[in-house]
């Protein structure tokens, strides 16, 4: 089977496909549907953004969690190394 061959089987499936569905027809008016897609599409953002808060939320908490069992503030860490000090 050569490209000219393979052109024309897969022109012919399409042409069966779009004839076979020629007596389909759609009941629902187009803007209902827009409407329908515009609503589910703000569903999922407003779903993706509240997951982004409560992960923000949870890394804020962990981070002062763990900030604050570190050394208190009152007193600065100091190095003292041999060569030189870092206070």
Same mark, same amino acid.
């Given at each position: 089977?050569?490209?000219?061959?393979?052109?024309?089987?897969?022109r012919?499936? *399409? %042409?069966? !496909?779009?004839?076979?569905? &020629? #007596?389909?027809?759609?009941?629902t008016?187009?803007? @209902?549907?827009?409407?329908?897609g515009?609503?589910?599409?703000?569903?999922?953002?407003?779903?993706? *953004? %509240?997951? !982004?808060?409560?992960?923000? &939320? #949870?890394?804020?908490?962990?981070?002062?969690?763990? @900030?604050?069992?570190?050394?208190?503030?009152?007193?600065?860490?100091?190095?003292?190394?041999?060569?030189? %000090?870092? !206070?």
């Open positions: 089977m050569n490209d000219s061959d393979t052109v024309d089987v897969v012919d499936s *399409l %042409t069966t !496909a779009k004839d076979s569905l &020629a #007596g389909v027809h759609v009941n008016p187009l803007d @209902a549907i827009v409407r329908n515009r609503a589910r599409r703000r569903r999922h953002r407003l779903t993706g *953004l %509240t997951g !982004a808060l409560a992960v923000t &939320a #949870g890394m804020a908490l962990a981070v002062t969690a763990l @900030a604050s069992s570190g050394h208190p503030a009152s007193h600065p860490l100091t190095a003292r190394l041999a060569a030189w %000090t870092v !206070a």
